[in-house]
């Protein structure tokens, strides 16, 4: 069997038609002095990090608790309702 070319066809699912183990390009004003500053933008994204960091980890056994009581129907009125929806705008959740 041989095959000759891929006759026009390009790579598909590949970003900006890059090949695989070709490096990506620079982002359009990144390091070209149109007012971009590269370490400007990785400080951005230290923070970012930092913040992404700092979230606190999930507390299973509270999760557990708060699906026991959805099941047995405790949460499944107005007043609980109201109490949830007032906690939610407190904390931001």
Do not use: Y
């Amino acid at each position: 069997m041989r095959i000759d070319g891929t006759h026009g066809l390009e790579p598909q699912g590949l970003p900006e038609g890059r090949l695989p183990g070709q490096a990506a390009k620079t982002p359009k004003g990144v390091g070209d002095n149109t007012g971009v500053d590269s370490s400007q933008l990785l400080a951005e994204q230290a923070l970012h990090i930092r913040a992404a960091a700092a979230v606190p980890d999930i507390d299973t056994s509270a999760v557990q608790e708060a699906r026991k009581l959805l099941r047995s129907g405790q949460l499944d009125n107005p007043q609980a309702i109201q109490q949830a929806a007032q906690r939610i705008l407190d904390l931001g959740i």
